[in-house]
């Protein structure tokens, strides 16, 4: 194949980010497993997006430089083909959906979103600081029928809060660490 046929199994234009390529394989990897689709072609289509997977994530700074770097990317993707490609994309189309999704190979295809991880962020604030004014308006306006304050209710609320924010912030590093890999790798 070339890497026009890549990125056409894939569904992609030829600039495609390393972000879109991984996406992309994971929605024909979902569509294509022969343990869901039952279709006689779907192994060979999963077989071939597989192939056009590796082949891209695995030359993605080799097809942007030369000419030359392109052919001997081609050569040594032909020689790595044969052995090992095809073989183990084999054993993945044979392996149930869930196995396969569990994985090593399918679980590289996952990528940090940075908007889903700055609304975690805000949201982990934002039940920080409601648990904590709602706890002080409580303490200054008190229901009659209540002697103490909901102090259990509070610190469970804080500690979901804090657990919640934690989280956040060590997605949110991950995701500026992977930002930065990827710019160092495209240069």
Known sequence: MTISEYYSVLDLPLNSSIDDIKKAYRQKARMYHPDINPSPDAKDMFISATEAYEFLIANFNKITDSDE????????????RQDRSRQRATAY???????????????????FDG??????????????VGTIIGYIIRLKNPLPELTTPPFFSFIML????????????????????SS?????KQK
């Open 93 to 111: 189309s044979r392996a149930s959906y869930v196995k396969f999704k569990n994985t090593k190979f399918y679980r590289s295809t996952r990528i």
């Open 69 to 80: 770097a392109y052919r001997q990317a081609m050569e040594d993707w032909r020689k790595y």
């Open 180 to 184: 930065k890999k990827r710019k160092q």
């Open 158 to 177: 804080l500690l979901l809060g804090i657990v919640f924010f934690v989280l956040s912030l060590i997605n949110l590093i991950v995701y500026i660490k």
């Open 115 to 128: 908007t889903t991880v700055i609304f975690s962020l805000f949201i982990s604030i934002m039940v920080i």
